[in-house]
Nanobody
Framework: QVQLVESGGGLVQAGGSLRLSCAASGRTFSSYAMAWFRQAPGKEREFVGANSWRGGTTIYADSVKGRFTITRDNANTVFLQMNSLKSEDTAVYYC????????????????WGQGTQVTVSS
């Protein structure tokens, strides 16, 4: 089992930045690829990006490429740095863990955090 806890969400103006954190506990963190998803009201959960085991490779959705960056540290935490935020980035953001990479479909993930709200005002 892997337990995930997100933090760092909030309200920000368009063009601003936020950094989300996802703290992992349980099984060896480095054994899992870590992903970020988001879900806006009335929409399906969508893939934002994923970082492979030990952070060697990272992929992003086209909608966030060049604006969002995923990193991880050695203390079982993965980060989502979000820059140049737009109103359409407003959503609940979730981190998730998988033992395969890359996996973009949310239904493939067994381990999820509780989510953190990001609201971008225009």
């Amino acid at each position: 089992q892997v337990q995930l806890v997100e933090s760092g969400g909030g309200l920000v103006q368009a063009g601003g930045s936020l950094r989300l954190s996802c703290a992992a506990s349980g099984r060896t963190f480095s054994s899992y690829a870590m992903a970020w998803f988001r879900q806006a009201p009335g929409k399906e959960r969508e893939f934002v990006g994923a970082n492979s085991w030990r952070g060697g490779t990272t992929i992003y959705a086209d909608s966030v490429k060049g604006r969002f960056t995923i990193t991880r540290d050695n203390a079982n935490t993965v980060f989502l740095q979000m820059n140049s935020l737009k109103s359409e980035d407003t959503a609940v953001y979730y981190c998730a863990a998988h033992n395969r990479f890359p996996v973009r479909a949310p239904r493939e993930y067994d381990f999820w955090g509780q989510g953190t709200q990001v609201t971008v005002s225009s």
